[in-house]
Protein backbone atom coordinates (compact mmCIF):
# COMPACT_ATOMS: atom_id res chain seq x y z
CA UNK A 1 0.00 0.00 0.00
CA UNK A 2 1.03 3.59 -0.90
CA UNK A 3 1.16 6.08 1.79
CA UNK A 4 -1.14 8.62 1.16
CA UNK A 5 1.34 11.42 -0.55
CA UNK A 6 2.44 8.79 -3.03
CA UNK A 7 -1.40 8.39 -4.28
CA UNK A 8 -1.44 11.80 -4.37
CA UNK A 9 1.39 12.25 -6.96
CA UNK A 10 0.54 9.17 -8.82
CA UNK A 11 -3.02 10.93 -9.44
CA UNK A 12 -2.09 14.44 -10.31
CA UNK A 13 0.84 11.91 -12.99
CA UNK A 14 -2.03 10.00 -14.46
CA UNK A 15 -4.33 13.47 -14.68
CA UNK A 16 -1.67 14.55 -16.51
CA UNK A 17 -1.60 12.12 -19.43
CA UNK A 18 -5.33 11.64 -20.20
CA UNK A 19 -7.34 14.24 -23.54
CA UNK A 20 -10.80 12.94 -22.40
CA UNK A 21 -13.80 13.73 -20.31
CA UNK A 22 -14.26 9.90 -20.55
CA UNK A 23 -10.71 9.46 -19.16
CA UNK A 24 -10.88 11.97 -16.69
CA UNK A 25 -14.42 10.22 -15.00
CA UNK A 26 -12.93 6.92 -14.57
CA UNK A 27 -9.81 8.47 -12.83
CA UNK A 28 -12.38 10.71 -11.08
CA UNK A 29 -13.91 7.58 -10.01
CA UNK A 30 -10.82 5.39 -9.19
CA UNK A 31 -9.90 7.84 -6.58
CA UNK A 32 -12.87 9.43 -5.42
CA UNK A 33 -15.99 7.27 -6.55
CA UNK A 34 -17.88 4.98 -4.38
CA UNK A 35 -14.95 1.83 -4.50
CA UNK A 36 -12.23 4.57 -4.85
CA UNK A 37 -8.87 4.71 -2.97
CA UNK A 38 -9.96 8.00 -1.32
CA UNK A 39 -13.60 6.96 -0.19
CA UNK A 40 -12.22 3.70 0.60
CA UNK A 41 -9.59 4.73 3.25
CA UNK A 42 -11.95 7.24 4.49
CA UNK A 43 -14.40 4.84 5.41
CA UNK A 44 -11.45 2.87 7.35
CA UNK A 45 -11.19 5.92 9.37
CA UNK A 46 -14.16 5.03 11.68
CA UNK A 47 -11.41 1.64 13.00
CA UNK A 48 -8.89 4.13 14.37
CA UNK A 49 -8.03 5.96 17.54
CA UNK A 50 -9.19 9.75 18.15
CA UNK A 51 -6.40 10.56 17.90
CA UNK A 52 -5.52 8.44 14.66
CA UNK A 53 -8.47 9.49 12.91
CA UNK A 54 -7.88 13.11 13.83
CA UNK A 55 -4.85 13.30 11.66
CA UNK A 56 -5.16 10.77 9.12
CA UNK A 57 -9.01 12.81 8.82
CA UNK A 58 -7.38 15.76 7.91
CA UNK A 59 -4.59 14.51 5.67
CA UNK A 60 -7.33 12.39 3.77
CA UNK A 61 -9.43 15.63 3.28
CA UNK A 62 -7.22 17.70 1.95
CA UNK A 63 -6.29 15.51 -0.58
CA UNK A 64 -9.69 15.28 -1.77
CA UNK A 65 -10.26 18.62 -1.93
CA UNK A 66 -7.07 19.33 -3.72
CA UNK A 67 -8.03 16.42 -6.30
CA UNK A 68 -11.24 17.74 -7.12
CA UNK A 69 -9.66 20.85 -7.64
CA UNK A 70 -7.81 19.24 -10.34
CA UNK A 71 -10.20 17.33 -11.83
CA UNK A 72 -12.02 20.58 -11.92
CA UNK A 73 -8.89 22.17 -13.81
CA UNK A 74 -8.65 19.60 -15.92
CA UNK A 75 -12.34 19.97 -16.80
CA UNK A 76 -12.31 23.30 -18.04
CA UNK A 77 -8.60 22.29 -20.12
CA UNK A 78 -10.10 19.65 -21.99
CA UNK A 79 -13.89 21.52 -22.89
CA UNK A 80 -11.79 24.63 -23.78
CA UNK A 81 -10.06 22.13 -26.04
CA UNK A 82 -6.97 20.52 -25.22
CA UNK A 83 -4.02 22.07 -23.20
CA UNK A 84 -3.73 24.85 -25.82
CA UNK A 85 -5.52 28.26 -23.71
CA UNK A 86 -4.25 30.85 -25.85
CA UNK A 87 -3.96 31.23 -29.46
CA UNK A 88 -0.96 31.76 -30.31
CA UNK A 89 -1.47 32.77 -34.26
CA UNK A 90 -3.45 35.86 -33.28
CA UNK A 91 -2.14 39.19 -34.85
CA UNK A 92 -0.23 40.85 -31.68
CA UNK A 93 -0.87 44.34 -30.95
CA UNK A 94 1.68 46.23 -33.64
CA UNK A 95 3.92 49.31 -31.76
CA UNK A 96 4.40 52.57 -33.85
CA UNK A 97 7.69 53.83 -34.05
CA UNK A 98 7.88 57.57 -33.00
CA UNK A 99 9.59 60.15 -35.30
CA UNK A 100 11.33 63.71 -34.95
CA UNK A 101 8.31 66.12 -35.78
CA UNK A 102 9.75 68.34 -39.12
CA UNK A 103 9.61 71.29 -37.46
CA UNK A 104 11.64 70.16 -34.53
CA UNK A 105 13.76 68.93 -37.18
CA UNK A 106 14.27 71.78 -39.55
CA UNK A 107 14.62 73.94 -36.10
CA UNK A 108 17.91 71.92 -34.78
CA UNK A 109 19.70 72.14 -38.22
CA UNK A 110 18.98 76.09 -38.55
CA UNK A 111 20.27 76.20 -35.05
CA UNK A 112 23.47 74.38 -35.53
CA UNK A 113 24.18 76.09 -38.75
CA UNK A 114 23.99 79.58 -36.87
CA UNK A 115 25.85 78.02 -34.03
CA UNK A 116 28.65 77.36 -36.27
CA UNK A 117 28.87 80.86 -36.96
CA UNK A 118 29.40 81.52 -33.33
CA UNK A 119 25.65 82.81 -32.05
CA UNK A 120 24.81 81.35 -29.09
CA UNK A 121 21.14 80.27 -27.88
CA UNK A 122 18.79 82.72 -26.30
CA UNK A 123 14.83 82.02 -24.91
CA UNK A 124 12.23 84.59 -23.65
CA UNK A 125 8.82 84.05 -22.90
CA UNK A 126 5.93 83.27 -24.65
CA UNK A 127 3.43 85.46 -22.35
CA UNK A 128 4.79 88.96 -22.94
CA UNK A 129 4.53 92.37 -21.75
CA UNK A 130 3.22 95.24 -23.90
CA UNK A 131 6.66 96.90 -23.69
CA UNK A 132 9.03 93.72 -24.78
CA UNK A 133 6.29 92.62 -28.08
CA UNK A 134 5.99 96.22 -29.13
CA UNK A 135 6.99 99.65 -27.45
CA UNK A 136 10.46 98.84 -26.62
CA UNK A 137 10.91 97.40 -30.55
CA UNK A 138 9.76 101.59 -31.48
CA UNK A 139 5.85 100.36 -32.36
CA UNK A 140 4.01 102.58 -29.98
CA UNK A 141 0.54 102.34 -29.00
CA UNK A 142 -1.36 103.06 -31.93
CA UNK A 143 1.11 102.69 -34.07
CA UNK A 144 -0.11 101.18 -37.58
CA UNK A 145 2.14 98.65 -37.30
CA UNK A 146 0.42 96.92 -34.59
CA UNK A 147 -2.82 95.98 -37.04
CA UNK A 148 0.03 93.98 -38.88
CA UNK A 149 0.78 91.59 -35.47
CA UNK A 150 -2.46 91.29 -33.83
CA UNK A 151 -2.72 89.08 -30.88
CA UNK A 152 -4.22 87.91 -28.17
CA UNK A 153 -4.68 89.66 -24.98
CA UNK A 154 -4.80 88.74 -21.71
CA UNK A 155 -6.84 90.17 -18.86
CA UNK A 156 -3.45 91.08 -16.84
CA UNK A 157 -2.58 93.25 -19.58
CA UNK A 158 -0.02 90.88 -20.67
CA UNK A 159 -0.06 89.28 -24.36
CA UNK A 160 0.80 86.28 -26.63
CA UNK A 161 3.80 87.30 -28.30
CA UNK A 162 4.18 87.98 -31.96
CA UNK A 163 7.13 87.59 -32.61
CA UNK A 164 10.75 86.16 -31.30
CA UNK A 165 11.68 90.08 -31.57
CA UNK A 166 11.23 90.66 -27.78
CA UNK A 167 14.16 88.36 -26.95
CA UNK A 168 16.10 91.56 -28.81
CA UNK A 169 15.47 93.33 -25.97
CA UNK A 170 15.75 90.99 -22.91
CA UNK A 171 19.12 90.32 -24.43
CA UNK A 172 20.26 93.88 -24.75
CA UNK A 173 19.15 94.33 -21.55
CA UNK A 174 21.45 91.92 -20.01
CA UNK A 175 24.50 91.73 -22.15
CA UNK A 176 26.86 94.07 -23.22
CA UNK A 177 28.36 94.20 -26.80
CA UNK A 178 29.72 92.18 -28.69
CA UNK A 179 26.50 90.29 -28.86
CA UNK A 180 26.36 87.40 -31.25
CA UNK A 181 22.11 85.41 -30.55
CA UNK A 182 19.67 83.38 -32.18
CA UNK A 183 16.19 82.89 -30.04
CA UNK A 184 14.07 80.20 -31.28
CA UNK A 185 10.42 80.11 -30.37
CA UNK A 186 6.35 79.83 -30.31
CA UNK A 187 4.76 82.89 -31.94
CA UNK A 188 0.91 83.48 -31.90
CA UNK A 189 -1.10 86.10 -34.07
CA UNK A 190 -4.40 86.62 -34.91
CA UNK A 191 -4.01 85.60 -38.85
CA UNK A 192 -6.66 84.55 -40.85
CA UNK A 193 -5.02 80.45 -41.29
CA UNK A 194 -4.21 79.67 -45.07
CA UNK A 195 -1.83 77.45 -46.70
CA UNK A 196 1.09 79.79 -46.10
CA UNK A 197 -0.42 81.22 -42.45
CA UNK A 198 -0.92 79.94 -38.99
CA UNK A 199 -2.46 81.65 -36.22
CA UNK A 200 0.56 79.72 -34.04
CA UNK A 201 3.63 79.34 -35.91
CA UNK A 202 7.32 79.33 -34.94
CA UNK A 203 10.18 81.69 -35.50
CA UNK A 204 13.74 82.07 -34.95
CA UNK A 205 15.23 85.27 -34.29
CA UNK A 206 18.94 86.75 -34.56
CA UNK A 207 20.43 89.70 -33.36
CA UNK A 208 24.20 90.84 -34.04
CA UNK A 209 25.56 94.07 -31.97
CA UNK A 210 29.11 95.39 -32.32
CA UNK A 211 31.18 98.40 -33.04
CA UNK A 212 31.15 97.77 -36.79
CA UNK A 213 28.05 96.02 -38.27
CA UNK A 214 26.98 96.71 -41.96
CA UNK A 215 24.26 95.73 -44.36
CA UNK A 216 26.24 93.70 -46.04
CA UNK A 217 27.36 91.90 -42.75
CA UNK A 218 23.45 90.91 -42.86
CA UNK A 219 23.23 89.94 -46.67
CA UNK A 220 26.43 87.54 -46.08
CA UNK A 221 25.18 85.91 -42.76
CA UNK A 222 21.75 85.09 -44.26
CA UNK A 223 23.44 84.01 -47.78
CA UNK A 224 25.64 81.89 -45.96
CA UNK A 225 22.88 80.51 -43.79
CA UNK A 226 20.42 79.70 -46.32
CA UNK A 227 23.08 77.99 -49.26
CA UNK A 228 24.00 75.99 -45.86
CA UNK A 229 20.60 75.00 -45.30
CA UNK A 230 19.66 73.89 -48.68
CA UNK A 231 21.87 74.22 -51.56
CA UNK A 232 24.35 76.97 -53.64
CA UNK A 233 21.58 76.28 -56.48
CA UNK A 234 18.64 77.69 -54.24
CA UNK A 235 17.06 80.53 -55.86
CA UNK A 236 17.04 84.13 -53.34
CA UNK A 237 15.28 87.20 -53.54
CA UNK A 238 16.10 90.23 -51.45
CA UNK A 239 13.21 92.61 -51.21
CA UNK A 240 13.27 96.61 -49.26
CA UNK A 241 10.94 96.33 -47.03
CA UNK A 242 9.51 97.93 -43.51
CA UNK A 243 9.92 97.32 -39.43
CA UNK A 244 9.59 99.97 -37.01
CA UNK A 245 12.61 98.27 -35.12
CA UNK A 246 14.99 98.09 -37.80
CA UNK A 247 16.42 100.81 -40.64
CA UNK A 248 16.53 100.09 -43.32
CA UNK A 249 14.73 96.91 -43.35
CA UNK A 250 14.41 93.76 -45.65
CA UNK A 251 12.62 90.84 -46.42
CA UNK A 252 14.21 87.38 -48.15
CA UNK A 253 12.15 85.09 -50.02
CA UNK A 254 13.11 81.70 -51.92
CA UNK A 255 11.89 80.39 -55.21
CA UNK A 256 10.24 77.12 -54.32
CA UNK A 257 7.29 75.59 -56.74
CA UNK A 258 6.37 78.01 -58.97
CA UNK A 259 6.30 80.94 -56.37
CA UNK A 260 8.15 83.06 -54.14
CA UNK A 261 7.87 82.24 -50.39
CA UNK A 262 8.50 84.73 -48.03
CA UNK A 263 10.78 83.68 -45.58
CA UNK A 264 12.39 86.06 -43.06
CA UNK A 265 12.09 89.56 -42.28
CA UNK A 266 15.50 91.76 -41.39
CA UNK A 267 17.36 94.96 -40.52
CA UNK A 268 19.77 97.34 -39.10
CA UNK A 269 18.53 97.86 -36.04
CA UNK A 270 17.10 101.08 -35.06
CA UNK A 271 19.44 103.50 -33.13
CA UNK A 272 16.11 104.36 -30.63
CA UNK A 273 16.13 100.59 -30.32
CA UNK A 274 19.59 100.27 -29.20
CA UNK A 275 18.75 103.48 -26.69
CA UNK A 276 16.10 101.54 -25.68
CA UNK A 277 18.22 99.10 -24.01
CA UNK A 278 21.13 101.73 -23.08
CA UNK A 279 23.06 100.55 -25.59
CA UNK A 280 24.70 104.07 -27.35
CA UNK A 281 24.02 104.08 -30.98
CA UNK A 282 26.61 106.67 -32.05
CA UNK A 283 29.32 103.50 -30.77
CA UNK A 284 27.25 100.17 -31.70
CA UNK A 285 25.16 99.29 -34.62
CA UNK A 286 23.24 95.92 -35.16
CA UNK A 287 21.67 93.39 -37.61
CA UNK A 288 18.78 91.69 -36.57
CA UNK A 289 16.44 88.88 -38.36
CA UNK A 290 12.90 86.73 -37.64
CA UNK A 291 12.69 83.79 -39.91
CA UNK A 292 9.43 81.61 -40.39
CA UNK A 293 10.44 77.84 -39.18
CA UNK A 294 7.20 76.75 -40.88
CA UNK A 295 8.15 78.59 -43.65
CA UNK A 296 11.56 77.14 -44.40
CA UNK A 297 10.51 73.51 -43.30
CA UNK A 298 8.01 74.07 -46.19
CA UNK A 299 10.27 74.42 -48.63
CA UNK A 300 13.02 71.86 -47.56
CA UNK A 301 10.40 69.12 -47.71
CA UNK A 302 8.32 70.31 -50.13
CA UNK A 303 4.81 71.02 -48.74
CA UNK A 304 2.08 73.07 -49.51
CA UNK A 305 0.48 73.70 -47.26
CA UNK A 306 1.34 74.84 -43.73
CA UNK A 307 -1.65 73.25 -41.73
CA UNK A 308 -0.05 69.32 -42.64
CA UNK A 309 2.49 70.86 -39.63
CA UNK A 310 -0.59 70.47 -36.96
CA UNK A 311 -2.54 67.92 -38.16
CA UNK A 312 -1.15 65.04 -36.31
CA UNK A 313 -1.48 62.74 -39.17
CA UNK A 314 0.98 59.78 -39.34
CA UNK A 315 0.96 59.07 -42.62
CA UNK A 316 2.44 62.79 -43.31
CA UNK A 317 4.30 63.06 -40.47
CA UNK A 318 6.21 59.06 -41.07
CA UNK A 319 7.12 60.78 -45.02
CA UNK A 320 9.86 62.71 -43.09
CA UNK A 321 12.50 60.61 -41.55
CA UNK A 322 16.77 61.26 -41.82
CA UNK A 323 19.78 61.50 -40.00
C1 LIG B 1 8.53 89.80 -38.03
O1 LIG B 1 7.87 89.04 -37.27
C2 LIG B 1 9.72 90.51 -37.55
N1 LIG B 1 9.81 90.42 -36.11
C3 LIG B 1 10.97 89.95 -38.23
C4 LIG B 1 12.17 90.79 -38.01
C5 LIG B 1 13.06 90.48 -36.99
C6 LIG B 1 12.43 91.90 -38.84
C7 LIG B 1 14.19 91.25 -36.77
C8 LIG B 1 13.56 92.68 -38.62
C9 LIG B 1 14.42 92.34 -37.61
P1 LIG B 1 7.14 89.17 -40.16
O2 LIG B 1 5.80 89.51 -39.62
O3 LIG B 1 7.37 89.47 -41.60
O4 LIG B 1 8.30 89.91 -39.36
O5 LIG B 1 7.39 87.63 -39.90
C10 LIG B 1 8.63 87.03 -40.11
C11 LIG B 1 8.49 85.69 -40.79
O6 LIG B 1 7.60 84.86 -40.04
C12 LIG B 1 7.84 85.77 -42.16
O7 LIG B 1 8.82 86.05 -43.12
C13 LIG B 1 7.28 84.39 -42.33
O8 LIG B 1 8.28 83.49 -42.72
C14 LIG B 1 6.85 84.04 -40.93
N2 LIG B 1 5.42 84.26 -40.70
C15 LIG B 1 4.78 85.43 -40.48
N3 LIG B 1 3.47 85.24 -40.24
C16 LIG B 1 3.25 83.92 -40.32
C17 LIG B 1 2.11 83.06 -40.15
N4 LIG B 1 0.91 83.55 -39.82
N5 LIG B 1 2.27 81.73 -40.28
C18 LIG B 1 3.49 81.22 -40.58
N6 LIG B 1 4.60 81.95 -40.73
C19 LIG B 1 4.50 83.29 -40.61
Redesign the pocket.
Known amino acids: MHNLDEIKLIAIEELKKIKTIEELYEIKSKYLGKEGIITKRLKTLRDLSIEERRILGSKLNEIKELLENEFEMKKEEIEEGGEIKYDITLVGYKREFGNIHPITRVYREIVDIFKSMGFSIEEGPEVESDWYNFTALNIPKYHPARD??DTFYLENGKLLRT?T?PIQIRTMEKKKPPIRIVAPGRVF?R?EIDS????V?H?L?GLYVDKSVSISDLKGTLESFIYNLFSKDIKIKFRPSY?P??EP?L?VLIYKNNRWL??????IVHPKVLENCNIDSKVYKGF?????I??IAMIKYNIND?RLFYENDIRFLKQIKGG
Not at 262 to 267: K, N, R, S, V
Not at 288 to 292: K, S
Open positions: MQHSRDTHSPFQEFFTSEEILGAGAFGLGERI
